[in-house]
């Protein structure tokens, strides 16, 4: 276990006891939001030690990462999810954010773009199936990470202050950071610079998440998000068709 996950841990764990004797009087709201990221912080750090120990499959394994994420949804018996496109403001307010986001990513990431879409990585072969899994994985896991940091924790805010909206919305987006940065592979991974871009995403994500009560919005800002990474999967397999013949069947274990 890294120190920063066990950092993490022990902080958690003494929230959570210090509510549970009364010490800090914390809202059932506030109390759900600590229970649930702990757990998903215990699944962040124990599964990859699992799956070192049973050897199963990838995929597998970001199914289990996306659980504690989905979970919560059920088991706090939360309001019915919308993913309505809403008005034509709500549309106008999404360009501006997608338009916003993506000087970000070219601020902020333009050189790693250049440098990824230029590596050698872009020559690796890769399969049509090998695409089409590790997209929907990508999918998979946008998917259940808003379900969780906008609609699990954002969702109860509509009769909360303005202000209380703007807290709740900061520090469910310094928790989507927090989460990306206990990941066991963060430091090969992601640099100060991903956690920027995260944090903002979250704040746009989340924004328009509280304008519209919809994750439509959120969802498409995410995917846009990581479409450069999408885009160099999809970079690899158009090198592979013209470089390589007999390119594998799309379902190609039968």
């Known amino acids: 276990m890294l120190k920063k996950q066990k950092v993490s841990l022990v902080v958690l764990t003494l929230l959570l006891l210090l509510n549970i004797v009364g010490i800090l009087n914390s809202t059932q709201y506030l109390l759900k939001i600590l229970f649930s990221y702990f757990v998903l912080i215990i699944a962040i750090t124990f599964l990859p030690f699992l799956r070192q120990k049973i050897n199963y499959s990838y995929k597998l394994q970001e199914i289990l ?11 706090f018996k939360l309001k019915t999810i919308s993913f309505a496109i809403g008005k034509l403001k709500h549309f106008e307010i999404f360009l501006i954010y997608l338009l916003f986001l993506a000087v970000v990513l070219l601020l902020l990431h333009h050189k790693d773009y250049r440098m990824k879409s230029s590596s050698p990585f872009i020559k690796l072969s890769i399969s049509k199936k090998e695409v089409f899994l590790t997209i929907l994985g990508m999918v ?25 909206k703007i807290v709740f919305l900061v520090f469910s987006s310094f928790l989507f950071v927090g989460a ?15 956690y920027i871009s995260q944090f903002i995403l979250s704040m746009l994500s989340g924004n328009i998440f509280l304008v519209t009560n919809s994750l439509f919005y959120s969802l498409i800002l995410h995917i846009a998000y990581n479409f450069p990474e999408i885009w160099l999967i999809l970079k690899r397999l158009k090198y ?7 390119d594998g069947a799309f379902f190609d274990d039968y």
């Open 65 to 75: 990462f996306g659980l504690p994420m989905i979970l919560p949804i059920f088991l």
């Open 140 to 164: 998979y896991s946008i998917f259940t990470e808003e379900m969780y940091f906008r609609f699990f924790i954002l969702s109860e805010l509509e009769d909360y202050s303005y202000y209380l």
């Open 180 to 194: 990306h940065y206990l990941n066991k592979w963060a430091a090969s991974m992601f640099t100060y610079k991903n």
């Open 240 to 246: 592979q068709q013209l470089h390589y013949e007999n």
